[in-house]
């Protein structure tokens, strides 16, 4: 019997997070679209990085947090920010690589989601974009922020949603964090920096 390679088991973490998670639930039912197609990996820094995190230990999912770090090779890892003035450190430490939908491993026509990993010490500055979103904490922990509302810290397990064009921004201080994020509704726009903070 063939082992499970990390994209399956990735994917039917994906799924029963999307089925058990009630805010993950209540936000995006897990698309009936979903077919995997062949990607050209794309490396960034960021890669290194997260396959030599040792920050990670406290998940909520440890399957999923494992699949989604051996998948890291593999991708089409994201350089949203590459033409922007967010600095060298950010791009060299910021990841990002999509899961479910256009640049992804498994495509689908009706939701995008990505993994998002930041290292400890990274602040992600205050963007927004037309899709809502909602952040699930896999492993690690970090401060969310969202314009209206108090900074929270957020640990595995826990959800922030962003509605659409709401400014929102991202701290991680001691530790890592490793988070499973959602698009829905006007997916294709990507993220711009917000004009003010928050």
């Given amino acids: 019997m063939t082992e499970p390679s990390h994209l399956d088991i ?23 679209d979903v077919v995997g197609q062949d990607i050209t990996p794309f490396h960034v820094p960021a890669s290194d990085l997260l396959q030599q ?5 406290r998940s909520n999912d440890p399957q999923l947090r494992d699949a989604l ?3 890291a090779p593999d991708m ?3 350089e949203t920010y590459k033409d922007s003035d967010i600095g060298a450190d950010f791009m ?6 999509e899961i479910i939908g ?11 989601s990505f993994l998002v990993y930041h290292p400890p010490h990274l602040h992600y500055p205050w963007h927004h974009h037309p899709a809502d979103e909602i952040y699930v904490v896999i492993a690690g922990e970090a401060e969310f922020h969202m314009r209206g509302q108090p900074s929270r810290i957020l640990q595995a397990g826990e959800a922030a949603f962003h ?5 929102h921004a991202l701290t991680s201080h001691d530790h890592p964090v490793l988070t499973y994020v ?17």
Wanted: glycine share 6%.
């Fill in 69 to 71: 770090i051996a998948m």
């Fill in 10 to 32: 990735a994917l039917e973490r994906i799924k029963i997070l999307h089925e058990t998670h009630p805010e993950v639930r209540a936000f995006c039912r897990f698309p009936s």
């Fill in 163 to 167: 509605p659409s064009g709401t400014p």
């Fill in 102 to 112: 256009r640049d992804a491993p498994f495509a689908s026509q009706c939701m995008r």
């Fill in 76 to 78: 089409i890892w994201r």
């Fill in 182 to 198: 959602v698009w829905r509704d006007d997916f294709d726009v990507a993220p711009v920096w917000s004009e003010t903070e928050g």
């Fill in 92 to 97: 060299t430490r910021f990841g990002c690589y």
């Fill in 53 to 57: 995190e040792k920050g990670l230990q």
